[in-house]
DNA sequence: CTGAAAGCGCTAACAT
DNA sequence: ATGTTAGCGCTTTCAG
């Protein structure tokens, strides 16, 4: 049962980390030679500079960071605090983000605020006090003390996940650079989709707006358009909680409770989560999606396409905003100035779960 | 359309966070003594204490964590290496461990390895660079360098998510303390469910069983619980990624394929996301759910009690996991030695996706 | 109860 | 090209 337990490699009782002073006592040099090599910085020798790595390899030297962190004033840190962990975006934006920054030697300090800008500050605070060289931060949203106090400590911040503050309607502290994507374009080019297809009533089911500018900017997205083609607003429901499917069931019925003939042919929802909900709360309403009533998503997460009926939604590029937000910030802390990328690209991914309204076949509207 | 900027409290251009020195300077005492007030470690006059901390206060006093790493050789930082942040659960629990690590004045280290040993090793010894006090991994199957590692290192580590290593035969290095539940036994209760409806052929569809123990116990126990009755060894289809719901369609499908009045007439998902797909498949292959055949989950991730059918599933502590690995570890580094508590309760869920098999009332088998 | 002094391991001028 | 000299900000003996 119990597998003979093999070798360890057990340290002597008094064992402890190889310094660098170990290796230029046992190079030969000064620990500043060793520095110079370890960090390539400054010209060394090649017969030293080999004699000090193939020492440090066989030390199995690991430069401690605290010191490294206390002499250079630099942590080769970044944090990052996100709304929620839950959100299945985030952890995969963020899972890359981290991989990038570890691949160019910097370690990710992650926290999550639960969509609160109190709690996001305290964070922000507790982040500073460990020294991090940058933080990123999910949306254009947050606290101006918490932006203040990052300005005044000189600590670079990476907003991420919005792009320009275009449409969104919050107070923008100073100017922060943002890798992202255009919420409001996305979801305006979803809603005139939905009109193209001959929907002239639409309904939203956001999550809470509140602190957050992505989902505000998609609800505002849907209004514009719909005022642009001289409709009426969209009847809008915004849940407690973001990320349960319970609430996008309960919301769609709130939504269609008692509406009889002026019920929206087509329901916006701000993610798939929510989008989910609502398929389940039209089927058991009897509505035919899409025949009845269309649905659409936002996110693209890995059950969407295989919904029934499979969920019409916006992919969101979190991948690509990790990766870029990443390199750029790295880019950035080691001095080159590179150009903020532009806005990533959200796609529309059409799916069965949307079409066009009953009895009204689609017909593009003129112009 | 662009609101005024609010003030921004903005720092004289030459500022640096306040040190300790600069506390003791204002208050007339040493450095010595700040450490002490702001440690609570050591005898201080009662008055001498208010006036350092009233002054830390004002002075918006931090103290720099890698000054204090340094100096301490205790970094109040824990690391910890998680197989994928895809997997909701783990999301979950880690949320909470960050959480309770933060308010008892702890730091996380986060990092992902792809369900990866050797990447899971590197991370580790990145984290021991960074001077981790403690390192939490999940599951019980690990690189036996990485454990002999930590232990030269005298990094005490934390297993979670698995208890025992019943069940799971992996070769277990040393005893590590862990904490999370008895994977084998809530799989086995579940068969055995399965069992007492009157099912005698059972279908097995995990996600990958290498270097996840959790999997793999869970594999055995439906094998062990067939034996035991001394019914045939259950059909296994094991999937190269275990998060999405398009593998678990695919195995369901493999799983019935021309295997006619031999198929199985319940199959057993070992986590919520697979049996999702299996359910779709189900449908798709005009399999009636619960009556053609019953279908099992693992995780009791919010959707499952959504799906139609509502899935069975087992549900599992996740946050109750978080909550006391991150309390059991502080305790630990503080030097009390907290007793480990016992295995966490994962529950059977029953719901519609289960049932008795076709033309086979239930009937509990005898004893 | 409190201060003085000595570093923790590394980097960064400044010499040579 | 390499060594020397100072610390980074905090904790920690050790005296008093």
């Known amino acids: 049962m119990k597998a003979s337990a093999p070798a360890l490699p057990v340290a002597a009782p008094g064992w402890r980390p190889a310094t660098a002073q170990d290796i230029a006592r046992a190079a030969g040099v000064s620990a500043a030679s060793v520095s110079r090599v370890l960090n390539n910085t400054g010209r060394v020798g090649a017969l030293t500079r080999e004699r000090i ?67 996001e500050e305290a964070q922000i605070k507790a982040m500073a006090a460990h020294g991090v060289d940058a933080v990123m931060l999910i949306g254009a949203s947050h606290n101006a003390q918490a932006l203040g106090f990052l300005q005044a400590r000189r600590i670079p911040v990476l907003l991420t996940w919005s792009c320009s503050p275009e449409g969104a309607n919050f107070p923008m502290i100073g100017s922060a650079p943002c890798i992202g994507f255009d919420n409001f374009a996305a979801a305006r080019q979803a809603a005139l989709y939905l009109l193209d297809q001959g929907h002239r009533r639409l309904g939203v089911i956001a999550g809470t707006t509140v602190n957050n500018d992505r989902s505000a900017a998609r609800v505002n997205a849907v209004a ?124 529309l991914v059409i799916r069965a779960s949307s079409g066009p309204p009953p009895r009204a076949p689609a017909q593009p509207t003129p112009r």
Not at 56 to 63: F, S
Not at 80 to 109: H, Q
Not at 299 to 312: G, I, K, R
């Open 53 to 119: 790595l193939k020492i440090a390899a066989e030390l199995n030297y690991a430069p401690n960071a605290a010191a490294r962190t206390l002499a250079s004033r630099r942590s080769r840190t970044v944090g990052a605090v996100i709304p929620s962990l839950e959100n299945l975006n985030f952890a995969i934006g963020i899972d890359r983000f981290r991989k990038v920054l570890r691949e160019r030697g910097y370690t990710l300090l992650l926290a999550s605020c639960d969509y609160d800008n109190d709690k």
């Open 224 to 347: 514009a358009a719909l005022a642009e083609r001289g409709l009426a607003p969209p009847r809008i429901v915004t849940t407690p909680a973001s990320y349960l499917v319970s609430e996008g069931k309960a919301a769609l019925q709130r939504l269609m409770q008692g509406k009889g003939r002026d019920a929206p042919t087509a329901v916006m929802c701000m993610n798939d989560i929510l989008a989910y909900g609502a398929l389940l709360a039209a089927s058991e309403l009897g509505l035919d999606v899409p025949h009845d009533l269309s649905v659409t998503g936002f996110d693209d997460l890995d059950f969407a396409a295989s919904l029934s009926p499979a969920l019409t939604t916006v992919r969101i590029p979190a991948e690509a905003i990790g990766d870029a937000a990443a390199s750029w910030l790295v880019d950035s802390l080691e001095g080159r100035q590179p150009p903020l990328p532009p806005p990533l690209s959200a796609e």
